[in-house]
């Protein structure tokens, strides 16, 4: 039996990749045409990373490379030789929720889910960025992310209360006041 190009199934050629995932090293022999998205579910076994669209539209497969925001649809799994990938797995720590986590839980973020791993990531994101980031910020950084469910409003104050656990001001929302009773 062979492939659409005539190659014998099983004999493909392969790259030796070698990565840091969620700090720990890995090693595998992959087709140089395996999404990294692909990869990290497949090979891994990390399924935190969604795959919805798969052409970079969607945001339900957003990791971490290398401290870069990526759609892990839309590169190669060869692209991220000796990189360092964090994906959702990697944020908690000691089996407990990292804060962006417990605040995606606290501001019932979410209904079915399927977004949420995106969504997190991208808020892990922008918070590193941004501590304290406006209601405009974060309209801005999570319109790389689509969620079919909650209508948004939830993630983004999942987002304000993500932000005051890990330091940064509260909520800026309010318009600025111009002029004033004085
Ligand atoms: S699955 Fe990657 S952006 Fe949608
Ligand atoms: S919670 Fe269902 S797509 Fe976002």
Redesign the pocket.
């Known amino acids: 039996m062979s492939s659409d190009n005539g190659e014998p199934i099983g004999e493909r050629p392969t790259q030796e990749v070698s990565m840091n995932i969620n700090g720990e090293p890995v090693t595998e022999a992959v087709e140089p045409r395996l999404k990294l998205s692909d990869f990290l579910r497949n090979y891994v076994g990390l399924n935190g990373v969604r795959v919805g669209c798969e052409h970079g539209v969607c945001g339900a497969c957003t990791v971490s490379v290398d401290g870069d925001l990526v759609k892990s649809c839309m590169m190669y799994a060869v692209q991220t030789d000796s990189a360092e990938i964090l994906t959702v797995e990697g944020l908690s720590e000691d089996g407990s929720l990292h804060p962006v986590q417990e605040a995606f839980h606290e501001a019932h973020a ?7 791993s995106g969504f997190v990531m991208s808020t892990y994101d922008l918070l590193k960025k941004e501590p304290a980031p406006s209601r405009e910020q974060a309209k801005e950084h999570l319109s790389s992310n689509i ?4 209508g948004y409003q939830n993630i983004y104050e999942a987002v304000d209360r993500a932000a005051e656990k890990m330091g940064g001001a509260e909520d800026d929302t309010a318009a600025p006041e111009v002029g004033g009773d004085d």
């Open positions: 979410l209904q079915c889910g399927f977004c949420t969620c079919r469910c909650t």
